[in-house]
């Protein structure tokens, strides 16, 4: 697993160096976001939860039937979208309400 972090659209808010469990996400000299190691990304999602202009995506790899696919999220008030961007060029979403999501 590993996330991608588009630079030209980073706004150098650090959110997501903030919330890496792994201390993988580093900030540059022009305060950008990025990860120098991809690889060892645990896929946790947290950056992608906290980046709020949606720089950061997550690679879906052939074992989650992605094969290269990426996902994104956008926060719409306790609504959290999960997007994914087929290789395809399709676009599938996922709303999650998260006051609700662990309720049993």
């Given at each position: 697993?590993?996330?991608?972090?588009?630079?030209?659209?980073?706004?150098g808010?650090g959110?997501c160096?903030?919330?890496?469990?792994g201390?993988?996400?580093?900030?540059n000299a022009?305060?950008k976001?990025?990860?120098?190691y991809?690889k060892?990304?645990?896929g946790?999602?947290s950056?992608?939860?906290e980046?709020?202009?949606?720089?950061?995506?997550?690679?879906?790899?052939a074992?989650?039937?992605?094969?290269?696919?990426?996902?994104?999220t956008?926060k719409e008030?306790?609504i959290?979208?999960?997007?994914?961007?087929?290789t395809d060029?399709?676009?599938s979403?996922?709303?999650?309400?998260?006051?609700e999501?662990n309720q049993?």
């Open positions: 697993m590993s996330i991608a972090i588009n630079q030209n659209v980073c706004i808010c959110r160096h903030d919330v890496c469990p201390t993988l996400i580093k900030i022009d305060h976001a990025y990860i120098k991809p060892d990304c645990w946790c999602t950056c992608l939860k980046c709020p202009v949606h720089a950061i995506r997550f690679y879906l790899g074992d989650m039937g992605g094969m290269g696919s990426l996902v994104h956008e008030g306790d959290l979208r999960w997007i994914v961007e087929w060029g399709t676009v979403e996922i709303q999650v309400n998260q006051k999501s049993y």
